[in-house]
């Protein structure tokens, strides 16, 4: 079972993970310095690590950024959102 910070810590990440790319990137794709500064910023031990626990907790994640972002009420903004990530020197899928 995942514990609350993981999962915060998690969502967090998925959130400035969109803010910068506009897509969710794979776990692995993610710097280990940008996974790093969050911690810090969160104030989170060393020892803890993202974990959005279920694949329907991931899902509910996802859901939630993209609310945030405003990325649900405008789908067909999101290339251009991709596009701009790109402009910025951002990899995207």
Known sequence: MVGQRQSC????LALKCFQKMARFPSPDEIPEVVID?????LELAE?????HGSSRSAKAHRKLVRQRQGD?????AAP???QLALARGIPSR
Request: hydrophobic share 45%; charged share 35%.
């Open 72 to 76: 649900v009420a405008e789908p067909e």
């Open 47 to 51: 020892d803890i690590w993202p974990d």
């Open 80 to 82: 251009v959102k991709r």
């Open 9 to 12: 810590f998690a969502l967090v």
């Open 37 to 41: 500064h969050v911690r810090r910023c």
